[in-house]
DNA sequence: TTGTAGGCGTTATCAA
DNA sequence: TTGATAACGCCTACAA
């Protein structure tokens, strides 16, 4: 009730926007009033009047993969950046991620996000119906054609195939993330694809629960035995996995990389690039497919009918020195 | 408009507030009709005519932090857990905090809580002013006094320095977070002031920025000379600033932790008890302080006038390896 | 248990 | 450029 100060409210409301009609004196007038009386604009309120509420809904998967914590930091400085705020929902072990998604979908935002979540048609139907455009990252929803903005994870797969081949490699392994996420199953797509044009290769694939203990558990168990059959490369198919597949094989059997194993991840987390590892592996460009995916969002906003759009973005190859010919 | 199915519309209002006065038949009727219309609650609306909002706001710092991340991740959790949903605020390196706590004001959140940022006497007036309580975790502010969880950052500290300085240690160096962070602040006072009341203990202190690069950087260049004069151990006020100078050390100089350098970190973070490191450090334990930081700003909703609560909790020693006694 | 009426804080529309 | 007035979608009385 600012308009204590004199003026009528839709005054108020002018003078907190810009380029609203409003004389620059009588603006200044209010808004000093306003700093006077600890006044600010509710949102919510305006959100109500306003068809946008200025507010994008991110759901994110578990934030222990530092590829989904450096993805949700991009979210929110980019959707910051444009006067925008992220309501933040996370997906846990035990929860469904439709409940989640449904519970997003009681805010009248402009856009829902979804990094980590398997989305069902209902739930399409339901942002349908609501108007709320939904859109992927860094996944896809096979039956439904919602705008989806990913890495070329076949052809990133496909070329640490190739790398590790050249190098000499012929026994490989391959630890597989979560097994219905269409994300790591591209990859081990890609990467069994391109070995099957190469010569004298063959795979053994291992689940490693997409996490750093997973992985470190999987690739434990796999060889802590009398006469283990060790392969010449691993695969792992984002780099937490490698990184914990890294850790196991030096700390637990005192292996070495490369010179006894060779090791690729995939993702281009910072972890990865640090000393004690240097990983081989494809980098998703961050910035770029955030920044892609908030134009999707935008788009999806305007031009209704449209069709979906998929954007695949190529990644970068990091040599690392986790691959290295053979010399035996 | 579900109100189309034949009822009123607080009806459609009771329906989806339990422990409404309905019949359990109108509801479950009503809760059909809206699934087939695609109906959900706007909580906005609702949070007009309610006095809550059902959202909190969270301001953090870098994420890049895994300290913030998991941080991040168990107040995401614990609120979502209590039917409350988390606006999330970044501030960046070049953006001022007041400004990113003034945006999450314009919001009529059931309260701010606030990681990593500084919250000036103005910004506290205001939101006082609008009722919104403001909780900070891992951070005090000296002037205002408000509700804080944060570690016994000093104890911590200094039971580290004793640990060092027992283990035969007596020429220290400390690698600062932030300068103007109280959670750094303290801890550097806390283990300056033990080695005091120790013999023959001497101290040096650098900057390490409070990241990983930065902490890597400060000990390159601090080091990297012909006749450097090391120290017997090194402080890391955070335990990514300790991973960064035990990568630095280890890769850029070929030091041996702890036989060359005995080397500590505080936050307990899980990187830091991976394979490579195995840090000696204080934990915070991380899901009692989110809880705590939650019970006080559920407090600081009922009772108003109460005075400001300060909760400090014990962190917890963990020995790692990181800290051995000299043989020599 | 139900429906009617009024109000939450803001913006859009329209005259003035 | 301004100020009334009517929404926006919901909830809390109040009365039936």
Redesign the interface.
Known sequence: MAKLAGVSQPAVSRAFNPGAPITKEKRDRILAAARE??Y??????S??SRSS?K?VA?ISG???N?FY??S??CF??QI?RTGR??????V?EDQNSDDVM??A????VDGVVVTSATVTSSMV??SE??GIPVIMYNRRVPDANLPSVLCDNEGGAAALARRMHAAGARKFLVLRGDPAGSTSMARVQGFRDALKKLKGAQVEEIDGQSS?AGAYRATVSRFDKPLADWPDAIFGVNDIMAIGCA??L??HFGKKIPDDIMLAGFDGI??AQ???YHLATVRQPIERMVTETLELLDAAKSDEGAPAALRVIQGDMIPGVTIQSRED
Chains 1, 2 share one sequence.
Do not use: C, H, W
């Not at 705020?85 to 996370?90: D, E, P, W």
């Not at 979908?105 to 009248?108: A, D, E, G």
């Open positions: 009386l600890g600010v604009p509710n949102v919510f309120a959100s109500l509420s507010i991110v578990n934030l222990n530092p914590s450096e949700l930091q929110v400085e910051q705020q992220v309501l933040a929902f996370t846990q449904m519970q979908l009681r805010y009248p139907k339901l119906g609501l750093y850790d196991a030096r700390g910072r972890e640090r000393e004690p």
